[in-house]
């Protein structure tokens, strides 16, 4: 792909994203424990909780990780 | 009377064994269609009973959960029938129809027995379809046998203990008091991928073929959610099991190289949402778990047929080998993301209007941590499988393949499973309408979607910036199965060579020992041994003048 044409694709996603994450200024979300009434709460636990389960799987890939032929029969 | 001796099941199980003779592979698409037929006049209730000793044998007993189970099983049996019709090997087929067949049996099922025979029957024909696939899917297949013999005798133990200590045969919900419940969990558990026995998904499905892996996908972990739904709804214990699940799936995924390998996880993953689901088993968890299983066999079938396409034109599979694909299979790459985006519930797909009902499930139970973890495991979902697959087959980079989409009867079985992923999610009602209990819940609120969005955009969002770190390697990741294909082997060779040379060292010494005994027995008695060779005759004589004589003197001095 060219790279203007990524370069629009990025800044519209980060578009979405800008609203997405305010949207709860006029959205009223209902919280049901509390701490999912944290502002853009979906968002930021959305993110970190992604960044969390690549790197718990880097961690273990380290220990499990073998090359392809490892069961050769 | 007649009309009630027809078996939906069973009927697609005849029909099966005779695909070989067929020769116009449009035939076999009406079998599918005569056992939903026979299944739709049918009303609920138990209609085919046989007298079995002290016991009675339920072969056909419908309710709202088995009518769903087998309405869905049908719709994807005929799906993958018109994608896989340009498959020549008709062992597949066959065998696919009759595994099909037993699934829908063990779901229409009333009684154990019946149950447990139809679940081996399982067992052999989705063997032979891994078979199917090419000269490297043996072992697999050997390693996929081997587990699912072990859980049907771990099964068979259970059902029969269970029988003698119960009195009964029927199959509904399991007496917790009973230890053999256990057992036929624990069977029931081993074909629904439970931990330690989740290898055995991604390490036999990828192994069929381009159409065998669509069949594989949906049958046998679903037939397994079905009977715990039955056996074991409200079961705490299957909350931790499931979780362990769709986190195992997640993490196991992101370190995947082979695109079908990727969705096989992602398998586990989801059956690992409905077995929480069946653990929580209030009424809208039990929704949520079936709704779940109806959405997920025809998204996930629509993502291994997408996969599957890739395979059957390019003959690659792994993702450091594919990319830029989008050029040349636009239709393929379509369908894959609509299957993708279903699978990570987003809005207007199949998966939203599904999955939402077992989150909400642990809202009404106020379950804090497990809503935490679901929703984690949401966004692990869209990172794994929903943007995983597409990007690092379709775009990433450009692999230069020479490609274009496959033909007409693979493209017309994807838009069909795309359109209906689509058409579920936009009318929710329908699928709701069929749930085994009524649905209150309303899936399109605005802060629903609002919250539901946010989540997976900033996922895709955390995707993009941690890119190089999900750059796929050549690399496989260790499993459980490691214990028998590996540490098993080194044991057994261990055993081998210390044993062997133990031994032989002690059959050396048996030998030894034997040869020495001969010997001196030779010696002493064998031909030319003293004891042993022959005399002639004058010394004969002469000896026995001697021994007389000697005899003589010793009695005339005595």
Request: hydrophobic share 50%; proline share 3%; glycine share 8%.
């Amino acid at each position: 792909m060219l790279n203007s044409t990524i370069k629009k694709l990025w800044i519209s996603f980060l578009f979405i994203l800008a609203i997405l994450f305010f949207s709860d200024l006029v959205i009223h979300r209902h919280d049901y424990f509390g701490v999912d009434g944290f502002f853009a709460f979906p968002s930021i636990y959305g993110f970190l909780s992604c960044i969390f389960l690549v790197f718990v799987s880097k961690a273990i890939g380290i220990f499990l990780k073998r090359p392809e032929d490892y069961y050769d029969e | 009377m007649t009309s009630s001796l027809l078996h939906p099941g069973i009927i697609l199980i005849l029909f099966g064994l005779f695909i070989p003779l067929i020769k116009n592979r449009l035939i076999v698409l009406l079998f599918p269609i005569a056992s939903f037929i026979i299944l739709f006049s049918l009303d609920n209730g138990t209609i085919i009973k046989l007298d079995y000793g002290n016991y009675e044998l339920i072969l056909l007993s419908i309710d709202k959960l088995s009518r769903l189970f087998s309405y869905i099983f049908l719709l994807i049996l005929f799906a993958t029938a018109i994608f896989s019709i340009n498959q020549d090997n008709k062992s597949e087929i066959s065998s696919a129809f009759v595994y099909v067949g037993s699934s829908i049996s063990v779901v229409l099922s009333g009684d154990l027995i019946t149950l447990f025979i139809f679940w081996e029957i399982m067992a052999i024909t989705s063997t032979i379809v891994i078979w199917s696939g090419s000269k490297q899917s043996y072992y697999p297949g050997i390693r996929y046998l081997a587990v699912h013999l072990l859980g049907g005798s771990i099964l068979l133990i259970g059902i029969i203990g269970y029988a003698n200590t119960t009195g009964t045969l029927t199959f509904g919900l399991m007496s917790p008091d009973n230890i053999f419940s256990y057992f036929v969990l624990a069977g029931f558990l081993i074909n629904a991928g439970a931990p330690p026995f989740s290898s055995w998904i991604p390490d036999a499905y990828p192994s069929a073929s381009w159409s065998g892996t669509v069949f594989l996908s949906a049958f046998t972990t679903k037939t397994a959610v079905y009977v715990l739904i039955v056996g074991y709804a409200g079961y705490q214990f299957l909350i931790y099991v499931g979780i362990f699940m769709i986190f195992y799936g997640i993490i196991f995924a992101i370190l995947e190289n082979d695109m079908r390998r990727i969705l096989s996880y992602s398998i586990v993953n989801q059956v690992g949402f409905m077995i929480v689901a069946v653990g929580i088993g209030t009424e809208i968890a039990i929704n949520g778990a079936s709704s779940h299983a109806f959405t997920h066999i025809i998204y996930k079938a629509l993502l291994l047929m997408s996969a599957g396409s890739v395979f059957y034109i390019t003959g690659r599979t792994k993702c450091t080998d594919l990319g830029g694909l989008y050029k040349t299979m636009p239709l393929t790459m379509i369908c894959g993301i609509i299957g993708a985006l279903s699978i990570s519930a987003f809005p207007l797909t199949s998966g939203f209007i599904s999955k939402s009902l077992t989150v909400q499930a642990t809202v009404y139970e106020e379950l804090k941590i497990l809503w935490l973890l679901l929703t984690m495991a949401s966004a692990g979902v869209f990172l794994h499988a929903g943007i995983k697959f597409p990007w690092f087959v379709f775009f990433q980079k450009d692999a230069k393949i020479k490609a274009e989409d496959p033909p007409k009867n693979m493209r017309l079985a994807m838009i069909l499973l795309s359109a209906l992923c689509i058409l579920i999610g936009v009318f929710p009602g329908a699928l709701y309408s069929i749930l085994p209990y009524d649905v209150k819940y309303i899936p399109y609120t605005l802060d629903h979607v609002s919250s539901q969005l946010q989540l997976l955009m900033f996922s895709g969002l955390a995707f993009f910036i941690l890119l190089k770190y999900l750059k796929r390697t050549l690399t496989i990741t260790l499993d459980f199965d490691w214990f028998w294909r590996k540490f098993g082997v080194l044991v057994v060779n261990l055993f081998d060579t210390y044993l062997l040379k133990k031994t032989q060292t002690l059959i050396q010494s048996i030998d030894n020992l034997g040869t020495q005994t001969i010997r001196s027995l030779h010696k002493y008695n064998g031909p030319s041994g003293m004891l042993g060779r022959s005399w002639s005759t004058g010394s004969m004589a002469l000896w026995t003048a001697i021994l007389l004589g000697l005899f003589l003197l010793f009695y005339l001095f005595a």
